[in-house]
Nanobody, 125 residues
Framework: DVQLVESGGDSVQAGGSLRLSCAVS????????IGWFRQAPGKEREGVAA????????SYADSVKGRFAVSRDNFGDTVYLQMNSLKPEDTAMYYC???????????????????WGQGTQVTVS
C-alpha cells in the first residue's frame, strides 16, 4: 500500500505562508495523483490542490487559486503544498491523498483517492 505522512502544519497570522509536506512511500502503478484536501470543524472536506504525477499538471480549487501551489521534489518522494497569503478561512486539518486518474489531470474529489495520510493542522488567525 501507499503510505503518506503530512507535516508542516502550524499556527500563523493572516497574510503569512506555510509549506506543507507529504512524504510518499511505496508508490504503485495504481497511483498517479497526489491531492491535498482540508476539513474544518463542522464543514465538509474540500479538495484544494492536486498534482498529476505523469505530466506534472496541477489542479486547484477556486478558493486557493493564485495563493497555493503544489509541487514535488526531484525524486518524487515528497509532494509540497506552498500556501501564501493565508486567510482565517484556510484554517483546517490538511490531508494528502494518493489516487488514480485515467485522465491527464487529477480530480479534487475525495472519492478519486484511495490512500490518505493522518493530516496536519493549519490555523490562521
Amino acid at each position: 500500500d501507499v503510505q503518506l505522512v503530512e507535516s508542516g502544519g502550524d499556527s500563523v497570522q493572516a497574510g503569512g505562508s506555510l509549506r506543507l509536506s507529504c512524504a510518499v512511500s511505496r508508490y504503485t502503478f495504481s497511483s498517479n495523483c497526489i491531492g491535498w484536501f482540508r476539513q474544518a470543524p463542522g464543514k465538509e472536506r474540500e479538495g484544494v490542490a492536486a498534482l498529476y504525477l505523469g505530466a506534472g499538471s496541477t489542479s486547484y480549487a477556486d478558493s486557493v487559486k493564485g495563493r497555493f501551489a503544489v509541487s514535488r521534489d526531484n525524486f518524487g518522494d515528497t509532494v509540497y503544498l506552498q500556501m501564501n497569503s493565508l486567510k482565517p478561512e484556510d484554517t483546517a486539518m490538511y490531508y494528502c491523498a494518493a489516487g488514480f486518474t485515467s485522465q491527464p489531470y487529477c480530480y479534487l474529489f475525495g472519492y478519486a483517492y484511495n490512500y490518505w495520510g493522518q493530516g496536519t493542522q493549519v490555523t490562521v488567525s
